[in-house]
């Protein structure tokens, strides 16, 4: 079946500029979440959506990130006045929900963002 | 807080074995182990539940001492796909989300 998809797999952008990343989890998956991974190092967590509720958006850099879901379903991940430390590739995963116990994340291939 | 990984990386040549780690300063409650190929999506390799348990897939199993708030993960005779970078997730009780380490880069040569 198809997985987690996201758009547009790479964004280069100047600097200032407002960028909207989206995600389309599998379907059925209740629980969504969104990383940001710099070059080399590991998966810095940025928000958990359970439905479309986000119980828990505490890795949010900054005020410039806000992210919503709708519908139980797609997700958009929104930088406002980008900077270029925010270049970076910005993943999305999900998984059925229910808690993380025994339920793996499936991630989508990424988004690949360059400010200049 | 981010779980610590070691190795940082580590070169095998095929049909050795590898050992990486996870420790945690935090009580868990669950432990994840993940792989990401260069380029590509992370990729779902197993979950570890509090109580000791260990697990096993194929040639690779892993290991979760709560006490110790520690996990390991376990290649025998690697092969040339287990290249890439592991990456331990660890879940606090409660907390509904997972914190990454910085991910220990396997590099398996022939």
């Known amino acids: 079946g198809a997985g987690v998809s996201q758009s547009p797999s790479n964004k280069v952008t100047e600097k200032g500029k407002d960028v909207e990343l989206r995600c389309d989890p599998i379907s059925g998956h209740t629980a969504l979440y969104w990383y940001r991974q710099s070059l080399g190092q590991g998966l810095e967590f940025l928000i958990y959506f359970q439905g479309n509720s986000a119980p828990d958006k505490s890795g949010l850099p900054s005020d410039r990130f806000s992210a919503e879901r709708t519908g139980g379903s797609v997700s958009t991940l929104t930088i406002q006045r980008t900077q270029q430390e925010d270049s970076a590739v910005y993943l999305c995963?999900?998984?059925?929900?229910?808690?993380?116990?025994?339920?793996?994340?499936?991630f989508g291939d990424g988004t690949r963002l360059s400010i200049l | 807080q981010q779980p610590v990984q070691s190795p940082q990386a580590v070169i095998l040549r095929e049909g050795e074995d590898a050992v990486i780690n996870c420790s945690s300063s935090?009580?868990?409650?669950?432990v994840h182990w993940y792989r990401q190929k260069h380029g590509e999506a992370p990729v779902f390799l197993m979950i570890?539940?509090?109580?000791?348990e260990q697990k096993g897939h194929d040639k690779i199993s892993a290991s979760f001492n709560e006490k110790k708030q520690q996990s390991s993960l376990y290649l025998t005779a690697s092969q040339l796909s287990y290249s890439g970078t592991y990456f331990c997730?660890?879940?606090?009780?409660?907390?509904?989300?997972?914190?990454f380490g910085q991910g220990t880069r396997l590099t398996i040569n022939p």
């Open positions: 935090k009580a868990l409650y669950s």
């Open positions: 997730g660890t879940e606090e009780p409660g907390a509904q989300k997972l914190v």
């Open positions: 570890l539940l509090k109580g000791g």
């Open positions: 995963a999900s998984s059925l929900g229910g808690g993380l116990s025994n339920q793996p994340q499936h």
